[in-house]
């Protein structure tokens, strides 16, 4: 039996297996998701109610299902129990899961600002957002143990200030990704640095999935006017050149 701290880990899609690769050297991890079928080399496949019952349980599911998700795991969360989200928006997380979750566990959201295309290498240097929920305590300890174990850089938000910010520099780069990603095929022979770095922007969110891009535009508050402001000034220079 493993001496290892137990988490449960609900949700192992694309970011689900890159938090387990990373955590199991820390954590006897125990996953559920419906399409997980079997053992993999990070996790112990497990029921949902072995999941949640974990002293430390991180969702990892869409944005869209997440309400979903915390009705059912409510009643099987034990007390004291550490709950972490990793979805791309934080304010409406957060109020879900200060609503829906019972008083008797601990609360913390959080954002790795990064994928498993940015992950490639490992994580040491990247981002993550970190926001209190319920407990100052516990949002320190959390961003402690990202930075000392994991090698983060750790950013110490609140739910409105992650996703202000994050409206222009998610938001954006995956507008304007999709929008170059149907313009496909483009140039690959004569390109400048400038026009392979954007490429490389684009590859980096090319793999993600429809929920992620509906988070970032639809589930942010933020977003929908950083969009129109974008819109708005596009218009602008097509009509000086127009003009």
């Known amino acids: 039996m493993s001496s290892k701290p137990r988490l449960g880990l609900i949700g192992y899609g694309a970011f689900g297996k890159l938090t387990a690769q990373h955590l199991s050297a820390h954590f006897d991890v125990r996953a559920y998701d419906p399409l997980?079928?079997?053992?993999?080399?990070?996790?112990?496949?497990?029921?949902?109610?072995?999941?949640?019952?974990?002293?430390?349980?991180?969702?990892?599911?869409?944005?869209?299902?997440?309400?979903?998700?915390?009705?059912?795991?409510?009643?099987?969360?034990?007390?004291?129990?550490?709950?972490?989200?990793?979805?791309?928006?934080?304010?409406?997380?957060?109020?879900?899961?200060?609503?829906?979750?019972?008083?008797?566990?601990?609360?913390?959201?959080?954002?790795?600002?990064?994928?498993?295309?940015?992950?490639?290498?490992?994580?040491?240097?990247?981002?993550?957002?970190?926001?209190?929920?319920?407990?100052?305590?516990?949002?320190?300890?959390?961003?402690?143990?990202?930075?000392?174990?994991?090698?983060?850089?750790?950013?110490?938000?609140?739910?409105?200030?992650?996703?202000?910010?994050?409206?222009?520099?998610?938001?954006?780069?995956?507008?304007?990704a999709r929008v170059l990603l149907k313009m496909e095929p483009l140039p690959t022979r004569m390109t400048t640095l400038s026009f392979e770095r954007l490429m490389q922007g684009v590859d980096m969110v090319r793999h993600d999935s429809p929920a992620v891009y509906q988070a970032i535009e639809r589930d942010n508050p933020f977003a929908a006017s950083v969009r129109e402001r974008f819109f708005e000034l596009f218009d602008q220079a097509r009509g000086e050149l127009d003009g």
Request: charged share 20%; glycine share 6%.
């Open 36 to 176: 997980l079928a079997a053992d993999d080399d990070y996790v112990t496949a497990v029921s949902l109610e072995d999941a949640a019952a974990c002293p430390v349980v991180i969702l990892a599911v869409p944005v869209g299902v997440l309400e979903q998700t915390l009705v059912q795991i409510a009643p099987m969360l034990t007390a004291g129990a550490l709950v972490i989200d990793v979805g791309s928006v934080k304010v409406k997380p957060a109020e879900a899961m200060l609503r829906l979750l019972p008083d008797h566990v601990r609360i913390v959201g959080t954002h790795p600002l990064f994928g498993p295309q940015s992950a490639k290498d490992g994580l040491a240097g990247l981002r993550i957002a970190v926001c209190e929920v319920r407990g100052a305590k516990d949002a320190r300890r959390t961003a402690a143990w990202c930075r000392k174990m994991l090698a983060l850089k750790v950013f110490n938000v609140t739910p409105e200030d992650h996703d202000r910010e994050a409206a222009t520099v998610q938001g954006l780069t995956h507008l304007i």
